[in-house]
């Protein structure tokens, strides 16, 4: 019987280190995932910059061919350039976020204490 119980927590506590590695190497993960955002501010900016400037030389160019002024134009390109910078901080800020939710979940799960199903067993 002994011996027994000796394979079943020997058993429970490999699990259990394993799950803490994998646990581990996801949270880190994920740490590095959304810290990668501070990374990529270069490629925002210049997406953001693109953003502005295609909308613009599209009305200069429209401008040019049809003979209309610019000024009537710009306020198209105006809108056009911030709804695309919002569309853009929407979906960043949607994959932050939810990085940041599941970093909360795992950290939260690495401070309970995990009850195994032979230690629930033992207080029945």
Same mark, same amino acid.
């Given at each position: 019987? *002994?011996?027994?119980?000796?394979?079943?927590?020997?058993?429970?506590?490999?699990?259990?280190?394993?799950?803490?590695?994998? *646990?581990?190497?996801?949270?880190?993960?994920?740490?590095?995932?959304?810290?990668?955002?501070?990374?990529?501010?270069?490629?925002?900016?210049?997406?953001?910059?693109?953003?502005?400037?295609?909308?613009?030389?599209?009305?200069?160019?429209?401008?040019?061919?049809?003979?209309?002024?610019?000024?009537?134009?710009?306020?198209?390109?105006?809108?056009?350039?911030?709804?695309?910078?919002?569309?853009?901080?929407?979906?960043?800020?949607?994959?932050?976020?939810?990085?940041?939710?599941?970093?909360?979940?795992?950290?939260?799960?690495?401070?309970?204490?995990?009850?195994?199903?032979?230690?629930?067993?033992?207080?029945?």
């Amino acid at each position: 019987m *002994f011996f027994l119980a000796h394979m079943i927590h020997n058993a429970i506590l490999t699990r259990t280190l394993f799950d803490d590695v994998t *646990f581990i190497m996801e949270l880190e993960q994920l740490i590095q995932q959304r810290d990668a955002y501070g990374g990529k501010i270069v490629k925002l900016l210049i997406h953001i910059g693109l953003i502005f400037i295609v909308p613009i030389l599209v009305i200069a160019l429209v401008s040019y061919l049809t003979g209309i002024t610019f000024m009537y134009l710009f306020p198209v390109a105006f809108i056009i350039s911030w709804t695309g910078v919002i569309l853009l901080y929407r979906k960043v800020s949607k994959e932050v976020r939810a990085l940041d939710v599941r970093i909360k979940e795992l950290r939260e799960q690495e401070t309970k204490p995990e009850e195994t199903s032979y230690e629930s067993s033992e207080n029945k």
